[in-house]
C-alpha cells in the first residue's frame, strides 16, 4: 500500500465514498429501479481489513467495521435485490473484495518465498528489486486467476450471483500486471488530484447525462 499514513488514506477514501454515495442516493430518489454502485465502498472495506492485519494491533477491531458492514449488505443485496442495498453494497460485490484479499496473501506469501529462497549472490541492487518485483507480479496473476476461476465456476451453477458473468473479462489485465514496476508513479500534488477526481468526476458526468435522458 503505497501510502505512509494509513489513517488519512482511509480517510480520503470516505470522503469520496460519501460524494459518490450522494450522487448515488440523488439518482435513486429520482428513480429506485435504477441500479448504482460505489467503487469507495469496496476500497474502503478492503484497505481497512489490510490495515488491520498490517497493524497487529488486534484490540483495534473498529478496522475490521467497514469489511464487516459491507459484507453484510452484500449478503442482504444478494438475497433481497433491492436497489438500496445495492447502492451501498461496493462494486464488484464480493468478488472486489475476495480479490484485494487475494492480491494481499500473494503478496505476503511472495515475502515468505523471497526470505527462504533469496536470490543468488550475484543477483544484487537493481536486479535484484526486478527479480522480486516480477515474483510479486506472477504471485499477484495467479491470485487474480484463482479468484476469477471460482466465479466462474460458480456461474456455472448459479448465475444470479453479482457481476459473476463480467469478472472473467478481468484477466485481460494480466499483462499489465505482470509489466508492473512496482514504482509509485506521478506523485505530484497535480496528479494526485486527477487521480482522486476522475472517479466522482466521470460518475457526475453519468448522472448528469442519465437526467438530460430521462426529460
Known sequence: MHTKTTNKYLFRILYLYLI???????????????????????????????????????????YLLPFIIVS???????FTKDSWFIAFSGDNGFFGLALII???????FSIY???????????????????????????????????ASIWYILSVYN???????????SLISIPLLL????KLGHNSCSWRIIYYSFYPVHVVMLALLFFIIKL
Open 20 to 62: 459518490i454515495q450522494a450522487l448515488i442516493i440523488g439518482v435513486l430518489i429520482y428513480d429506485p429501479v435504477i441500479e448504482l454502485r460505489n467503487i469507495f465502498a469496496t476500497l474502503g472495506a478492503g484497505a481497512s481489513l489490510l490495515i488491520y492485519f498490517e497493524k497487529k494491533e488486534w484490540k483495534k477491531v473498529y
Open 72 to 78: 453484510t449488505i452484500n449478503l442482504l443485496a444478494y
Open 102 to 108: 487475494a492480491f494481499y496473501v500473494a503478496r505476503k
Open 113 to 147: 518465498l523471497l526470505k527462504k529462497y533469496p536470490p543468488s549472490d550475484n543477483t544484487a541492487g537493481e536486479d535484484a528489486e526486478k527479480s522480486a518485483q516480477h515474483v510479486y507480479n506472477v504471485a499477484s496473476c495467479v491470485s487474480l486467476l484463482f479468484v
Open 159 to 169: 448465475s444470479e450471483i453479482p457481476h459473476v458473468a463480467l469478472q472473467s473479462f
Open 179 to 182: 509489466l508492473y514496476n512496482g
